[in-house]
């Protein structure tokens, strides 16, 4: 049985300190983190806890823009910048990489209900046999307007625990909600499907 939790108004903080549990307790492994103006924040808030021993830890990106890593769109470029100081790796996604299990998986959610490059009119399927997957959004994001690579369905589920970050966002609240009552078929809902088959709990910061 899946289990959803769902934190009200919590800060960037208290987010940190959630993650910084999680990670304390597993020691090392491999996560997945979004892009976006959210997690930067919150990872500068764990990083300054001092609570994780980052060598311990592979961190790959969601998904990302199809530019190079000096690029202002790269998330992989801002993560490393980011997290390789603090001894971190920092795996790019690449054709042609191959994902591991993730200790968790961490993702924010557009208020279209996409998730990672993810976006409704790729049609993500939850049996893809592809890990990552090239594609172009459309409508190309007027402040990224960028080919994007992504980790599909998949490979984000393939986590012990998964956690959406929401921002605070009404509308992305109502879309989540929707999504996991089975009510739309959005990509969150797709990926909270097969999340509730595999009995992976899921945590959501409103």
């Known amino acids: 049985m899946q289990e959803i939790t769902i934190i009200e108004g919590a800060d960037q903080r208290a987010i940190a300190d959630w993650l910084a549990e999680r990670l304390a307790a597993a020691g090392s492994g491999a996560i997945t983190i979004p892009g976006g103006s959210t997690p930067f924040p919150i990872l ?14 592979q961190v790959w990106p969601n998904d990302d823009r199809i530019v190079p890593e000096d690029h202002e ?7 490393r910048a980011l997290l390789a ?9 690449t054709e042609g990489a191959v994902p591991p299990h993730f200790a968790l998986t961490w993702l924010g ?10 976006f409704p009119n ?23 307007p960028f080919d994007r690579i992504t980790l599909t369905i998949p490979a984000l589920a393939d986590s012990d625990e998964i956690v959406f ?5 009404a509308d992305k609240r109502d ?15 797709r990926l909270l499907g097969m999340a509730r088959r595999h009995g992976i709990p899921v945590t959501v910061f409103t």
């Not at 959610?109 to 993810?118: E, R």
């Open 44 to 57: 500068a808030a764990l990083i300054e806890s001092g609570r994780i021993d980052w060598s311990g830890w």
């Open 73 to 79: 769109a790269s998330n992989t470029g801002k993560i």
């Open 85 to 93: 100081p603090e001894g971190a790796r920092i795996a790019a996604l």
């Open 109 to 118: 959610m557009g208020p279209d209900g996409h998730i990672a490059s993810l």
């Open 122 to 144: 790729t049609d993500p399927k939850v049996d893809d046999p592809q890990v990552l997957r090239r594609l172009t959004p459309d409508p190309l994001p007027a402040h990224a």
């Open 165 to 169: 970050t929401l921002g605070g966002a």
């Open 175 to 189: 879309v989540f909600d929707a999504a996991a009552r089975g009510a739309n078929d959005l990509p969150v809902a």
